[in-house]
């Protein structure tokens, strides 16, 4: 038989050390899914962040694209009453 079942206070401190062992290797659980979660966290945020940006330039393309438009439009206005001033003077 091993010493354990013959002993009480051996029994009691193997135990005892067990149960530390148990303890220790919850804790180490425990931190590690509080550093998942915090990292999770932080790779929403980073998402979140990417996504600001992203939506950002898109707003700023479409400024962009729209005044490359107007330009044009403008540009294309001002070249038709060119044309008609020249056609109506010139005639």
């Known amino acids: 038989m091993s010493q ?3 002993n009480l ?3 009691v401190e193997m135990c005892e050390l067990r149960y530390q062992q148990l303890n220790d290797r919850i804790q180490r659980v425990e ?5 998942v979660g915090t990292d999770l966290r ?6 979140d962040d990417g996504f600001s940006e992203l ?12 005044r490359v438009m107007v330009t044009t439009a403008g540009t294309v ?15």
Not at 31 to 35: F, G, L, M, P
Not at 42 to 47: A, E, G, M, T
Not at 55 to 66: L, M
């Open 9 to 11: 206070k051996t029994h």
């Open 31 to 35: 931190n590690q899914i509080n550093q």
């Open 42 to 47: 932080d790779f929403k945020q980073d998402i």
């Open 77 to 91: 206005i001002v070249a038709l009453l060119g044309l008609l001033g020249y056609i109506v003077v010139g005639s």
């Open 55 to 66: 939506k950002q330039a898109i707003v700023n393309s479409k400024d962009s694209q729209f």
């Open 4 to 6: 354990e079942k013959l």
